[in-house]
């Protein structure tokens, strides 16, 4: 072998090794660096308003924006995390009092006059002795179970809270040097980059869609369905409204149900009540509010914005969430769409070639 192959293997050996030691030297700060990243972008055409206004002053508009972003995510974050933890408490006293008080198998024995679910307890009853399955006793055993489970993990809790802050920390910090040096970077990264220019603002214009379509499409329909359904809850007088609102926004982003697996059976358990005004307003809420806003904004936000397939879409979502944790919401469909988008500039490369 030659001495110029042996030391071209060296280089490149050499070269795959720094990277690696690189990689892992910043491994603990991925995640708060991926979100500072995304939220810079988002952010970023507010950021440039708000540095004309401070007369092109860089360092104080960035500080400034900093801030800003900080105050609008843990203002909310940390007034929902309180009214979450009361609202947790005060279910779990509701749910043991309405078992002591025996208003739970009441609630049940009109669940079973109702045709439907006659039938599917009719089912059931042909597969297993419905008579020795005591719901009260399962259902207390369960809250306390749940309830030892959280007690036991309690330092684990702490611990997730405290490496949450600083990850808040360290993200808020390379918000900072992103709106402060953010051009600068991306305009060198975009010239070491090699690929033709057309093609880089290609990639890149599809690239910032994706992050717009995911945030205000994804995250922000979320919210809004969130906050329209807890709002809801609030109005007919349903009790943990916050909770439940936080569970409507989490399950928006699953395509079959969606918030319905919340508000119908909570409409349901109303006519069981006999809050029948009540539970025909919610369902009214349900199908021609809530779910609109769903069938109308996400179309717009990514229908228009991207190429990507809704199914592709919910796989890239979960599937980026199990592999990168919550930035998963942004990674995975950035990366399907990174994948796409190369596709596309090779199919259009080829063409030339084979015309």
């Excluded at 690239?207 to 499409?217: D, F, P, S, V």
Aim: aromatic residues 14%; charged residues 15%.
């Amino acid at each position: 072998m030659k001495k110029e192959h042996i030391f071209l293997i060296f280089i490149l050996f050499f070269t795959l090794l720094l990277f690696y030691l690189f990689y892992r030297i910043f491994f603990p700060f991925l995640e708060p660096i991926l979100w500072a990243i995304v939220i810079a972008i988002v952010c970023y055409p507010f950021f440039r308003k708000l540095q004309e206004l401070m007369k092109q002053r860089k360092a104080l508009s960035a500080m400034t924006m900093t801030l800003l972003v900080a105050f609008i995510l843990l203002l909310p974050f940390t007034l929902l995390i309180i009214s979450l933890a009361n609202e947790v408490v005060e279910g779990y006293q509701w749910v043991e009092e309405m078992i002591k008080t025996g208003r739970l198998q009441a609630y049940l024995e009109q669940l079973k006059r109702i045709p439907i679910f006659y039938q599917v307890f009719e089912k059931l009853g042909q597969y297993t002795d419905l008579s020795q399955i005591d719901p009260q006793h399962l259902l207390l055993k369960n809250i306390q179970q749940v309830s030892t489970f959280f007690y036991n993990q309690s330092s684990a809790i702490l611990k997730g809270l405290s490496n949450f802050i600083i990850g808040f920390l360290f993200a808020l910090l390379s918000l900072y040097y992103l709106f402060k040096d953010g051009h600068r970077l991306f305009e060198t990264l975009k010239e070491i980059l090699p690929i033709r220019p057309k093609e880089r603002d290609f990639l890149f214009h599809r690239l910032q869609e994706m992050i717009n379509a995911t945030i205000y499409g994804g995250i922000l329909i979320a919210v809004i369905q969130g906050l329209l359904g807890g709002l809801s809850f609030w109005i007919l007088g349903i009790p943990s409204p916050v909770f439940w609102g936080t569970a409507m926004a989490f399950l928006s982003f699953i395509p079959l149900g969606g918030t319905a697996l919340i508000w119908a059976p909570a409409a349901i358990l109303l006519f069981i009540q006999g809050a029948f005004l009540k539970g025909i307003i919610l369902l009214m809420i349900g199908i021609f509010i809530i779910s609109m806003v769903d069938n109308f904004l996400r179309p717009f936000f990514v229908g228009t914005r991207t190429n990507i397939h809704p199914l592709l879409l919910l796989f890239a979502v979960l599937g980026g969430i199990q592999v990168f944790g919550m930035i998963g919401l942004v990674a995975g469909p950035l990366i399907v769409v990174l994948c796409i988008t190369i596709i596309e500039i090779y199919i259009q490369g080829i063409k030339p070639m084979s015309s």
